[in-house]
């Protein structure tokens, strides 16, 4: 009992030289540091005990980078030590980390341009939606159009049609639904950092992750299916969309490791990354314009330079003569980046870092809310404003 007792209250790698951080307390490490949003925490100790920094999070040992220096030397000179990822447990509900993404299908330059068409008929049904709204004096839910947009350009790349309209009603639960399983999957959760608790699930996330994740794959399966229906009909014309492609991978042989379940959890997690994010960027971008009328009345100038005629859409070619769009875009992105903290590494043996020791198997994740601000480079780095800095042909 009383060597059970010393183990779990002696700090872990004590004897390294560890990078500065808070004081660990018992069992607990520094769990009580974190609140609600974690990036923000971790940020503010950031401040007090630099940019490498120890945190304890009950066993697990783990480093956060907080200044674009260090981020450099993990991703660059300490590339292989830390190549290595961490799966949370919440993602391992329904086998969803058993993914393997044919990039190649889907993001390749010629697929690419290809579906250059689709994204700009997208974006025609888009802009009539909004016509729609102000004709009849509605207000637009931003987020909700780019969630719907994104979704259905997803959905035609990869099932050959769309899977939701810009219906209050459809659109809400499908944003319900996405929303939920990204609030899971970001949820500090404890069996992370006390693994024995695994089978306990304190918080109830591993259940509410099978189940808003059953909800999508249940979805999902069933236009699988009706692709197999539709494939086993002669009369049938043959896609030529991702779910064609995965299908006929996943029927090349019997021993194909591509199993019908992979394809379901691969097109969750097309839609999952492509869709929520997309929304996200979006109704942050329009929320910093708005709340700075005199960069929203810059970049509506910058729109009628190129958009000549009252019927002029904009194109994809004309994204080079935006630059001061472009910046605003990037602006946001820096404020509210879609991951303030990126998926954790492992190191796979002892790595000397800044004249630190970092141990085997030690999580290192990246901050980029602090990578992003700069503090000492840039003033008010918390401030939308920085656009003349991006604008800047030395920027980087």
């Known amino acids: 009992m009383c060597t059970c007792f010393q183990y779990f209250l002696r700090p872990p790698h004590r004897a390294a030289k560890l990078p500065p951080g808070p004081y660990p307390l018992p069992i607990i490490?520094?769990?009580?540091?974190?609140?609600?949003?974690?990036?923000?925490?971790?940020?503010?100790?950031?401040?007090?005990?630099?940019?490498?920094?120890?945190?304890?999070?009950?066993?697990?040992?783990?480093?956060?980078?907080?200044?674009?220096?260090?981020?450099?030397?993990?991703?660059?000179?300490?590339?292989?030590?830390?190549?290595?990822?961490?799966?949370?447990?919440?993602?391992?509900?329904?086998?969803?980390?058993?993914?393997?993404?044919?990039?190649?299908?889907m993001f390749c330059t010629p697929q690419l341009e290809a579906s250059r068409g689709l994204r700009q008929e997208k974006l025609v049904k888009l802009y009539d939606y909004v016509k729609r709204c102000c004709d009849a004096g509605r207000a637009v839910d931003i987020g909700e159009a780019a969630f719907i947009t994104t979704l259905n350009l997803v959905s035609e790349l990869v099932v050959s049609s769309e899977v939701t309209a810009f219906d209050p009603d459809g659109?809400?639960?499908?944003?319900?639904?996405?929303?939920?399983?990204?609030?899971?999957?970001?949820?500090?959760?404890?069996?992370?950092?006390?693994?024995?608790?695994?089978?306990?699930?304190?918080?109830?996330?591993?259940?509410?992750?099978?189940?808003?994740?059953?909800?999508l794959l249940d979805f999902i399966e069933g236009l699988v299916n009706q692709r197999l229906e539709s494939r086993g009909r002669v009369t049938s014309a043959k896609k030529t969309d991702l779910l064609e492609k995965l299908l006929d991978l996943n029927q090349e042989s019997d021993q194909c490791e591509f199993s019908i379940n992979d394809i379901k959890h691969l097109v969750l997690d097309l839609f999952l990354g492509a869709t929520e994010t997309v929304a996200n960027t979006v109704e942050w971008a329009m929320t910093e314009l708005l709340l700075n009328p005199e960069k929203l009345s810059k970049a509506k100038q910058e729109l009628r330079t190129v958009i000549i005629g009252e019927n002029k859409q904009v194109q994809e070619s004309d994204i080079p003569k935006l630059p001061y769009l472009q910046a605003a875009i990037k602006e946001t992105l820096r404020l509210h980046p879609p991951v303030p903290l990126l998926i954790p590494r492992k190191s796979e043996y002892d790595v000397q870092m800044s004249g630190y020791t970092i141990p085997k198997h030690t999580l290192l994740s990246h901050n980029t809310v602090v990578l992003s601000a700069v503090f000492g480079l840039w003033a008010e780095t918390q401030a939308f404003g920085r656009t003349k800095i991006l604008l800047s042909p030395n920027d980087s």
């Open 29 to 105: 490490g520094n769990i009580l540091h974190f609140g609600q949003n974690p990036h923000q925490s971790l940020a503010k100790l950031s401040r007090t005990h630099g940019p490498l920094m120890s945190i304890h999070l009950g066993r697990i040992f783990s480093v956060v980078a907080s200044s674009p220096q260090t981020a450099k030397q993990v991703l660059g000179k300490h590339d292989h030590a830390f190549s290595s990822r961490t799966i949370p447990m919440a993602v391992h509900a329904h086998a969803h980390h058993q993914l393997s993404l044919c990039k190649e299908h």
């Open 171 to 215: 659109a809400n639960e499908f944003k319900h639904d996405f929303e939920s399983i990204s609030s899971v999957m970001g949820q500090s959760n404890l069996v992370d950092f006390f693994p024995v608790l695994e089978r306990i699930d304190p918080q109830g996330i591993q259940r509410r992750a099978q189940f808003c994740m059953g909800k």
